[in-house]
């Protein structure tokens, strides 16, 4: 879903600069780390930049991706343990974390990176990636684990 933005780019950016502007994380840097970490990692930056923006509409947005995108993640980790149990390969393609993010970013994400563009430019403080990164790191290792102790409860 696209927001609507300002009819006069110029103008816009002559308030931008001459508004103070909450820290933001870059939003393309925030998809391209979502190649590496998930798509739900992508779209939790967005929901918290839309957030910081006021642009509660699209925070809500960004988080029904974020949820559906951690729900596929629970599910794919859980498909081949069910799957073992009833003697089928139901594990998803690899190529299901790239499409994830293909679709977030066509539906959800550009809406952002075009917001910032026209409205603020690159007149804004950026946060720093460390703890979020870090943060990511830390969730996709808990859910790992956790898939791990499933299987082996499931199978001793």
Not at 6 to 12: C, F, G, K, Q
Not at 28 to 42: E, H, K, N, Q, V
Request: with cysteine; aromatic share 10%; hydrophobic share 55%.
């Amino acid at each position: 879903m696209d927001i609507p933005l300002p009819a006069e780019a110029s103008t816009a950016r002559e308030f931008a600069i001459g508004a103070t502007h909450p820290p933001l994380w870059n939003p393309r840097a925030a998809t391209l780390w979502g190649l590496l970490l998930s798509p739900a990692f992508s779209a939790y930056i967005h929901m918290r930049n839309w957030q910081a923006l006021g642009q509660e509409d699209q925070a809500t947005e960004a988080r029904t991706w974020f949820h559906m995108i951690m729900g596929c993640i629970v599910v794919s980790a859980l498909l081949p343990i069910a799957g073992e149990m009833l003697g089928r390969d139901l594990t998803p393609p690899s190529a299901t974390a790239f499409c994830l993010l293909a679709a977030w970013h066509l539906w959800g994400g550009r809406a952002q990176e075009r917001y910032v563009t026209a409205v603020i430019g690159d007149a804004y403080l950026r946060r720093p990636w460390s703890k979020s990164v870090l943060g990511a790191i830390g969730v996709l290792a808990a859910v790992v684990v956790a898939s791990a102790l499933v299987s082996v409860i499931v199978f001793p």
